[in-house]
């Protein structure tokens, strides 16, 4: 994908136009099987039918091994550069997994080449080459059988199922693509949540729901959302309570559970799947900043937009009282501490940078910057051992779904924090504090001054509505 970037870039600085994509799949056939070892390998599994162990000898390479999987990376490897070295072609391999880009002019080409070095060193792609497959032939028979074999391959598509999303390149040449989670997939694991939800869920049977959730609550194309509302299903994994200290082997369906399964139906609807917008021209990220006092917990937010490098903008606030009680209700590391009262209000903050410019910060690269260590840990993963932190940041992350941004977040020194100077007007302003060392220069600096925007009290139950507010707002 930065190679296309940097093409699609090149194309539309100089004026030209960009040839419309598309993209193929293909799957390599027995996977590491058909990679040699050392030396022949004995391997013991316990065989449920008798209730005793078999041993197998083995001189390829073995699903479960790391080893297999860096043997594996090696070759594929080898094949994108051949390809690229003698036909051109543009190939990346995930694992066993092969994704062609090409032109739509080119037809199926790219592929063609791929598989035929594939044969030609003797590892055959997990295409089914029959007659009336229309995956595997450019011409199908027009009467295929009633049962067709599987076939792994895809034929050249603008939108293709590929490694768990939907990648929708149609618009390639005018600059973007669009990612998506695949429909099909997450019905699968809405159907698997709602049979446990009516019997129990072992941890096994957990450990595989959060494997097959990670595209979803841990990657880099959609971020952390759901990753604070589905901890309950991570901690049943592990054998945990929910304080992940003590064990718990219970495999009973809890309230907790029950509301991760209700957030990720909500969630992974087909018609509110999160849609990540990737797009290809070299256009700057915003920098914004967000930082909070613990005296009154009052927020500043700090916004630059280098596309229009005169104006900077600038927010500021008290943290609204219902939401420090709220937080208080939820964690003990907050009720009586105003220490920890100050990670919850910081955390408001970065919530608050996406609530109070949407209309600066949709679609774009955002570069957040944060100096309590807290809340830049849940706003990168989405987690927190608080609970009260981990509620506003499940917000933070719809938020960020919402407004489709590409969102990266850093730690910044207090010094270097230019929102500590907005987080501590009113201080200065109503009880004549002795100010900001910062504070002349700081008023030179900005030009646009809102007040700070967070969800209602009424509203913040509401995750569904939160999220499509946050798709709607301008």
């Known amino acids: 994908m930065p190679i296309l970037a940097r093409s699609s870039a090149t194309a539309h600085g100089s004026n030209n136009s960009f040839s419309k994509l598309h993209i193929a799949v293909d ?85 063609q080449a791929l598989a035929a070095i594939h044969r030609d060193i003797g590892i055959p792609l997990a295409a089914c080459q029959h007659a009336g497959c229309s995956q595997c032939k450019r011409n199908p028979r027009p009467d295929p059988p009633p049962s067709m074999p ?24 005018t600059g973007s693509v669009r990612y998506s989670p695949r429909p099909a997939r997450c019905a699968k694991v809405l159907r698997e949540l709602e049979a446990a939800s009516k019997s129990t869920l072992s941890a096994r049977q957990a450990e595989r729901l959060c494997g097959k959730l990670q595209f979803i ?23 945990r309570s929910m304080d992940g200290r003590t064990p718990c082997t219970s495999e009973a369906w809890t309230a907790d559970l029950e509301s991760a399964r209700l957030f990720l139906e909500m969630i992974l609807h087909r018609d509110r799947l999160p849609q990540r917008v990737v797009e290809f021209q070299e256009s700057p990220p915003i920098i ?51 220490d920890g009262m100050i990670n919850v209000v910081e955390m408001a903050g ?10 600066l910060l949709r679609g774009r690269r955002v570069f957040m910057y944060q100096d309590n260590s807290t809340a830049f840990h849940c706003a990168v993963t989405g987690n927190c051992h608080d609970a009260a ?59 646009d001054i809102r007040p700070i925007v967070l969800p209602a009290e009424r509203e913040w139950p509401d995750q569904l509505d939160f ?8």
């Open 27 to 111: 799957d390599v056939s027995a996977g590491y099987n058909n990679l040699p070892t050392d030396r022949e390998y004995v391997t013991c599994a316990w065989d449920d039918e008798v209730k005793a162990a078999r041993f197998y000898t083995s001189s390829v390479m073995m699903f479960g091994s790391t080893a297999s999987v860096n043997h594996s990376c090696r070759l594929p490897s080898l094949i994108e550069r051949l390809g690229a070295r003698l036909f051109g072609t543009l190939a990346r391999a995930y694992v066993d997994d092969r994704v062609i880009t090409d032109f739509v002019a080119a037809g199926d080409s790219a592929q």
């Open 150 to 173: 599987k076939c792994k391959g895809r034929r050249p598509s603008q939108i293709q199922e590929l490694l768990g999303v939907v990648c929708d390149v149609s618009q390639a040449h």
């Open 217 to 239: 609550c841990n990657s880099s194309i959609f971020g952390g959302v759901g990753r604070a509302q589905t901890l309950a299903l991570h901690r049943r994994s592990q054998s």
């Open 288 to 338: 914004v900043y967000s930082d909070a006092e613990g005296c009154n917990f009052h927020i500043g937010l700090v916004a630059w937009d280098p596309w229009d490098p005169k104006r900077i903008h600038s927010a500021n606030g008290q943290c609204p009282l219902w939401l420090r009680e709220h937080a208080r209700s939820l964690s003990p590391d907050v009720r009586n501490d105003d």
């Open 350 to 359: 970065a919530l608050a940078l996406l609530t109070t410019f949407p209309d």
């Open 389 to 447: 932190v981990r509620d506003v940041g499940a917000r933070f992350h719809l938020a960020a779904a919402g407004l489709g941004i590409g969102l990266w977040v850093e730690w910044v020194n207090t010094r270097a924090q230019l929102a500590d100077a907005p987080s501590r007007i009113h201080e200065w302003k109503t009880h004549g504090g002795p100010g900001h060392e910062h504070e002349t220069p700081f008023s030179n600096l900005i030009t």
């Open 467 to 474: 999220l499509d507010q946050m798709r709607d707002r301008a």
